[in-house]
Structure formats: C-alpha cells, structure tokens
C-alpha cells in the first residue's frame, strides 16, 4: 500500500500560478504510476495528468494541455503538477492517486490509492 499526501493548494488570481505537490510513503513509490485528478463543486472528478512509473511518459488532459506540467522524483517520491496560466475554471479539488501499473491512465476507477485533496481556487 502507498500513503498519498497533497500540498501546495491555495488561491490565486487568474493568470497565476501554482505547483501542487503529492508526497507518498509505504510501499516502493516506482510500484505506482500516478496521476492527478480534480473535482469542482457539482461535477464528475475528472482527470488532469498522468506519469508512469519512471517518469519516461506523461499525458494530459485537453482542457490543460501547455498550461499544467506533471512530473516526479522518485528520489524524492512526490510527484508534482505546475499549473501556469490559471483561470477560474480550474478551481477544484485536486487529488493525486496511484496505480500499480506501469501507466497512468485517465479514468479514476483505474486508480487504487488516493490522497485527501488539496483546494485550488482561481479568481477573475
């Protein structure tokens, strides 16, 4: 099993930015392929990024593509997502998980471990 902590929420005006970071402990982190998630009031928990296992590969979701950057340390074994060019549609709830498989994948059932989430709020 893999522990998953969020940090670096908070609340910024549209067109800044933030750099969330998810830290794990237990299990081997290089086990886990990761990803980012996001939940807004009344919506569906959606998908933002994913990396795998050794970092070698990302993916993204279209809605944040060229404006959110997803990346690890496994050294370190946290996993963080850059998020530049904010704008209020990005306020949500963002998670990390991880899966025990090579690759991310951009559906959350995929998904086994989770963190508690961390709040990101965008004003105009």
């Known amino acids: 099993q893999v522990q998953l902590v969020e940090s670096g929420g908070g609340l910024r005006q549209a067109g800044g930015s933030l750099r969330l970071t998810c830290g794990a402990s237990?299990?081997?982190?290089?086990?886990?392929?990761m990803g980012w998630f996001r939940q807004a009031p009344g919506k569906e928990r959606e998908f933002v990024a994913g990396?795998?296992?050794?970092?070698?590969?990302?993916s993204y979701a279209d809605s944040v593509k060229g404006q959110f950057t997803i990346s690890r340390d496994n050294a370190k074994n946290t996993v963080d997502l850059q998020m530049n060019s904010l704008k209020p549609e990005d306020t949500a709830v963002y998670y990390c998980?991880?899966?025990?498989?090579?690759?991310?994948?951009?559906?959350?059932?995929?998904?086994?471990?989770w963190g508690q989430g961390t709040q990101v709020t965008v004003s105009s």
């Open positions: 998980a991880a899966r025990p498989f090579p690759y991310a994948t951009n559906d959350h059932h995929d998904y086994d471990y």
């Open positions: 237990g299990d081997t982190f290089t086990t886990y392929a």
């Open positions: 990396i795998t296992r050794f970092g070698h590969v990302t």
